[in-house]
């Protein structure tokens, strides 16, 4: 179970009738496409695994995180009198739908072995829910502008009277994978009465459920999860990954007429006491009958607290357009045209906002983030990773912000506490003579802290929480690294392409042989280098998960970093930093947090640790699964770049979704076993997505697919022959392919098709102008 425990420290105090169109926002409606059944959807399984003894319930400290006592208790008394007797109505509505047998599933479990007939309830109520929608609404408008709708700070909108999108926010999707989740919430709480609402114009949601049992804490809390914390938690999870700098996620789950308040971060599930939004004992509600409870929260929710209180990002704030273009004017001839318009794209309303974010523990450094992230994951208890371009901020003689240097990256990831932080591994691999250039160096960064007077303490979900701090409580870390890259599937030419995934399979090995295996491969690590100052085509970053063999790397494995500090302004408004130092005290350590057996980004892990997740076994990851997840991340590149071509087929994005969009690791094997990451172009059956796929890849890109193929094949034909001879030594051994899966054979590939290109120019395909 989540513990909730209090601690010296306080947590962070982030800080007439209407009639309305009824459906539920998980079937089909006009608000937008068709919606999987969030109680059926197979990546609940993997988030089952993960919220696993993470949920807890009848916690106290949410309604003091949300402050709901402190409205006036005469303002809420004048409230819930009216909201008795104006709202009867609607509160009747209520209590008959929740109270019919005929539509809830009371008895009824997964686990009974009568599936058809949990499906069947499950539809049912789905589709009574919708006759909630309307007295809800009625009532949360009632409560929200009660003494008057000047004083509403957000309000909550029934989601399916709304123009819903599905998609991630749409000037940063390509940052997300193809799966992204297609379900939303039952209200939204947003700003004003906007038309459309996106998932990153969310302040929180409210979920709605007929079934009162679905707010019942199962009995074993470390082998179940309840459906309604599944459904709000996957919610929370989409929410997190596509409102930026954004913390926990508030939700409101009703189910009947009781109530709880969820709040969701990085570390689990914390639900607050049952409660009931009706006074009437009679009416069958389960929780204390006091709605003054009800009254509060929803008041708070939407007059009172701040968006800190909701979850907003201490160390972060947002900037206006008219803030940044004060600080590019000042910055003068030390902005380049190019940088500038970077920060300042043409045509305001389709800007990405901008974030100011603070590193206190570097000095005061201070960074801004230009457009929208280069890669986001949507893991909502893993590392939550975002990458950015960023560029620094600081003060000119008069005192004024102005822009200083070029672009940097900014990497942020919830880490564990008990495994090294990822700065000081980059520190450790700056003390190697012979480091190749495609190896990002570290300028500054570390675990993110916030000021608590008169003293900073560490952004972790446990001060989050107002908790005491214990191995499980994730620890929000950021870092600012020298190179600026893009996403490999933006190459202009496929020569561009193979010469930057030979520098990141040479910057591996380097890696491999020093002792340091990767072991968290994807895209959002993976960067073509491109602009003048590139030292080499492509990078490798991310190194928060990986190995350090202590008994190979011949380093001093007890390190810690001391961050550069502020020595004087330049000239020009530049802060002039000392030198990082490295001194003893931090071991570098090896462990595997909750027991999970690998590592890694589930659409590019390798299969055999895949198998192993899906069977909860234990297992080594190798050199040659971070090799199989190369492979896999280049099948990627290629197939979303050529889905950038205009007037692509439409089968090739069904082959993309196919291979690349399932988030739950049963399916992604399932998936595996049908189409490969390295064979799709084969994949595809008609003429015209056939002939469009040898207009834009080249027999030598092809050639080193196939080889790249055969050799990941090879490694798992291997791996089955090592399994068959444990069992029956006698067996006979297979060596029918030559192709093997290391660093040489992927090096000779690729060497071999840089080679003929660079040859045969006319054979190479160019797609287009990378952004720069």
């Known amino acids: 179970m989540v513990s909730d425990i209090a601690s010296p420290s306080p947590p962070i105090m982030l800080c007439d009738r209407l009639t309305y169109v009824q459906f539920s926002p998980r079937k089909p409606s006009s608000a937008g496409g068709h919606a999987h059944s969030a109680h059926s959807t197979s990546e609940h399984r993997t988030l089952t695994q993960e919220l696993l003894g993470r949920v807890a319930y009848d916690q106290d ?34 209590v008959g739908i929740s109270r019919d047998p005929d539509v809830v599933s009371r008895g009824v479990s997964r686990g009974d072995g009568n599936e058809q007939t949990w499906q069947d309830r499950k539809h049912q109520e789905t589709e009574v829910e919708a006759q909630m929608y309307g007295p809800l609404q009625n009532i949360f408008d009632f409560l929200t502008d009660f003494d008057g709708p000047q004083h509403a700070q957000r309000r909550f909108i029934m989601a399916s009277n709304s123009t819903h999108h599905w998609e991630a926010p749409e000037s940063a999707e390509e940052a997300y994978t193809p799966g992204f989740a297609r379900s939303r919430p039952d209200f939204d709480l947003v700003r004003g009465e906007t038309e459309a609402h996106y998932w990153d114009s969310y302040l929180g949601f409210a979920e709605i459920m007929v079934d009162p049992t679905e707010n019942e804490p199962p009995r074993d809390l470390q082998k179940t999860v309840a459906n309604a914390v599944l459904q709000c938690a996957d919610h929370a999870r989409i929410h997190l990954s596509c409102r930026q700098f954004w913390i926990f996620t508030v939700v409101l789950l009703i189910t009947g007429t009781d109530f709880r308040v969820m709040i969701v971060d990085h570390g689990g599930v914390l639900l607050s006491p ?35 209180a909701l979850g907003k990002d201490p160390s972060a704030s947002s900037i206006t357009r008219r803030e940044l273009e004060g600080y590019a004017a000042r910055s003068g001839e030390n902005l380049s045209r190019e940088l500038r318009t970077r920060i300042l794209p043409d045509g305001d309303g389709t800007r990405f906002p901008s974030y100011l974010v603070s ?6 450094r201070t960074w801004c983030t230009i457009g929208p992230p280069i890669w986001v994951s949507s893991s909502l208890l893993g590392r939550a990773t975002t990458v950015w371009r960023v560029i620094e901020v600081v003060y000119s003689e008069n005192v004024q912000r102005v822009f200083a240097g070029r672009l940097h990256v900014l990497k942020s990831s919830w880490r564990d506490p008990r495994r090294s932080r990822e700065a000081d591994i ?37 001060a989050i929480r107002g908790a005491v701090e214990g191995p499980e409580s994730r620890v929000l870390h950021r870092i600012i690294l020298n190179i600026v890259g893009e996403p490999l599937w933006r190459y202009t030419d496929e020569l561009q392409l193979l010469c930057a995934f030979r520098d990141i399979v040479q910057v591996h090995q380097y890696l491999y042989e020093k002792g340091i295996l990767h072991r968290d491969i994807s895209p959002g690590n993976m960067f073509l280098w491109t602009g003048p100052l590139a030292a080499a085509a492509g990078f490798l970053s991310d190194l928060d998960m990986a190995r350090v063999d202590e008994s190979v790397l011949g380093h001093p494995v007890h390190q810690e970093v001391a961050e550069p500090v502020l020595k004087a302004i330049g000239p020009t408004g530049e802060r002039i930093m000392t030198q990082p130092a490295v001194r003893t005290h931090i071991r570098f350590t090896e462990t595997k947090p909750r027991g999970m057996p690998i590592t890694g980004t589930l659409q590019f892990m390798a299969l055999q640790l895949l198998e192993a997740m899906d069977n909860n076994q234990p297992i ?21 770049r050529l889905l950038t071509i205009p ?32 064979s799709w172009y084969v994949e595809v059956k008609d003429a015209v997505t056939k002939h469009f796929i040898t207009d834009h890849l080249s027999p030598p890109v092809a050639e080193v697919m196939n080889c790249l193929e055969r050799a990941i094949k090879a490694a798992h034909e291997a791996d089955r022959n090592n399994e068959k001879l444990d069992m029956y030594p006698r067996l006979s051994r297979d060596s029918s392919t030559n192709a093997v899966c290391t660093h040489a054979y992927f090096l000779g590939v690729l060497n071999e098709a840089i080679e003929e290109l660079e040859q045969t120019p006319s054979l190479m395909k160019r797609v287009g102008t990378a952004s720069q």
């Open 61 to 94: 400290s949410v309604f003091e995180r949300l402050r709901i006592f402190d409205e006036d208790a005469t303002v809420i008394d004048r409230c819930h009198g009216r909201y008795q007797v104006e709202q009867a109505q609607n509160l009747e509505d209520l």
């Open 274 to 308: 049952l409660h009931s939004i009706i006074d009437d004992s009679d009416l069958g509600s389960a929780g204390p009958r006091d709605a003054k409870t009800f009254v509060r929260v929803v008041r708070a929710l939407t007059r009172l607290l701040s968006d800190d």
């Open 359 to 364: 590193f206190p523990e570097s000095g005061g």
């Open 426 to 462: 980059y520190t450790l691999i700056s003390t190697f003579e012979d480091c190749p250039a495609g190896i990002p160096q570290l300028v500054c960064g570390g675990d993110v802290t916030y000021d608590v007077p008169p003293t900073m303490k560490k952004l972790t979900t446990a």
């Open 620 to 640: 080594e990851h190798t050199v040659v699964h971070d090799l199989e997840s190369i492979g896999s991340v280049l099948g990627y590149s290629i197939l979303r």
């Open 647 to 678: 007037r692509h087929p439409g089968p090739l994005s069904k082959v993309f979704k196919d291979i690349f969009g399932a988030m739950e690791v049963k399916r992604i094997v399932l998936q595996r076993t049908r189409r490969q990451p390295l």
